[in-house]
């Protein structure tokens, strides 16, 4: 039976001519008009000035958000399951929109039911997937990916920033994430039992989450920059697509040419 992966190239954006040259000094009215997700006699106000922000100036919280929020990648989950009739066994993963880690914080925490218990078309049940994803941002530029085994409660933390000289220090950009992370295990493990997902699961109950292990991606010891978003946008796919988790090649490149599927993205979905 043929995996999800196999479908890569209906979740995957060409990539503009390498000749298409970006200069992020150029006014907006006076890049080319040729490029795939920049038209100038559009009149949608609603992706046009993100879209040039996030690619010139990196990386908006905003516009990460709407990327992972309307990413392609649930669509076609979505698409595979209800129109093309394809078994749901083979797609046992779903993906948290940025906000989800605010909304288990507040009380009561309502908004994310929708995300969570099948409610949202393109979002099943937590008791229908093996694996949750779930990106959180803090200050706006800081991201981690949180990737949850249901089954178990084994959860993985992939970090997008690595610390000075590859030790935690007491102002390391991990320590900044510790206590989200250790109210995450508590509020979604509550979240669990308020949705019922023991009994929908027919499992047994579980008592709390279990950290299996840390990673940072990618394994670059310089500052990231205005890249932390991207890189969990990037990941994301690899993991879910289960396509090879690295990257090839100069970093910086390889980001701008994300960027500019990311924009292709916006473009897509624009109003």
Same mark, same amino acid.
């Given at each position: 039976?043929?995996?999800?992966?196999?479908?890569?190239?209906?979740?995957?954006?060409?990539?503009?001519?390498?000749?298409? %040259?970006?200069?992020?000094?150029?006014?907006?009215?006076?890049?080319?008009?040729?490029?795939? =997700?920049?038209?100038?006699?559009?009149?949608?106000?609603? /992706?046009?000035?993100?879209?040039?922000?996030?690619?010139?100036?990196?990386?908006?919280?905003?516009?990460?958000?709407?990327?992972?929020?309307?990413?392609?990648?649930?669509?076609?989950? /979505?698409?595979?399951?209800?129109?093309?009739?394809?078994?749901?066994?083979?797609?046992? =993963?779903?993906?948290?929109?940025?906000?989800?880690?605010?909304?288990?914080?507040?009380?009561?925490?309502?908004?994310?039911?929708?995300?969570?218990?099948?409610?949202?078309?393109?979002?099943? !049940?937590? /008791?229908?997937?093996?694996?949750?994803?779930?990106?959180?941002?803090?200050?706006?530029?800081? /991201?981690?990916?949180?990737?949850?085994?249901?089954?178990?409660?084994?959860?993985?933390?992939?970090? %997008?920033?690595?610390?000075?000289?590859?030790?935690?220090? %007491?102002?390391?950009?991990?320590?900044?994430?510790?206590?989200?992370?250790?109210?995450?295990?508590?509020?979604?493990?509550?979240?669990?039992?308020?949705?019922?997902? =023991?009994?929908?699961?027919?499992?047994?109950?579980?008592?709390?989450?279990?950290?299996?292990?840390?990673?940072? =991606?990618?394994?670059?010891?310089?500052?990231?920059?205005?890249?932390?978003?991207?890189?969990?946008?990037?990941?994301?796919?690899?993991?879910?697509?289960?396509?090879?988790?690295?990257?090839?090649?100069?970093?910086?490149?390889?980001?701008?040419?994300?960027?500019?599927?990311? !924009?292709?993205?916006?473009?897509?979905?624009?109003?």
């Amino acid at each position: 039976m043929d995996s999800p992966q196999n479908y890569n190239d209906e979740v995957v954006c060409d990539t503009p001519p390498e000749n298409q %040259t970006y200069v992020p000094e150029t006014p907006p009215e006076n890049l080319p008009t040729n490029t795939r =997700w920049y038209r100038p006699v559009e009149e949608s106000k609603n /992706w046009s000035c993100n879209v040039m922000e996030f690619y010139h100036n990196g990386d908006a919280s905003s516009c990460i958000s709407f990327f992972v929020g309307n990413m392609k990648l649930m669509r076609f989950r /979505w698409k595979e399951i209800t129109k093309n009739r394809r078994p749901e066994q083979l797609f046992p =993963w779903t993906i948290m929109p940025p906000q989800f880690y605010d909304l288990l914080c507040e009380t009561p925490n309502h908004g994310a039911l929708p995300f969570c218990i099948g409610m949202k078309e393109e979002y099943p !049940a937590l /008791w229908d997937v093996d694996t949750v994803y779930i990106p959180i941002v803090v200050e706006d530029t800081h /991201w981690l990916l949180l990737r949850v085994d249901m089954r178990t409660l084994e959860m993985y933390v992939y970090f %997008t920033e690595n610390c000075e000289d590859g030790v935690c220090q %007491t102002t390391c950009i991990h320590r900044l994430f510790y206590p989200i992370i250790t109210r995450f295990e508590t509020l979604f493990k509550s979240f669990l039992d308020n949705i019922l997902f =023991w009994e929908n699961c027919g499992r047994d109950v579980i008592p709390k989450l279990k950290i299996l292990g840390t990673e940072v =991606w990618p394994q670059y010891n310089g500052p990231v920059g205005s890249n932390s978003g991207v890189f969990v946008c990037m990941l994301m796919r690899n993991l879910v697509l289960e396509l090879p988790n690295q990257i090839e090649g100069n970093l910086q490149d390889t980001c701008m040419k994300y960027r500019r599927f990311m !924009a292709d993205e916006f473009y897509a979905a624009r109003a």
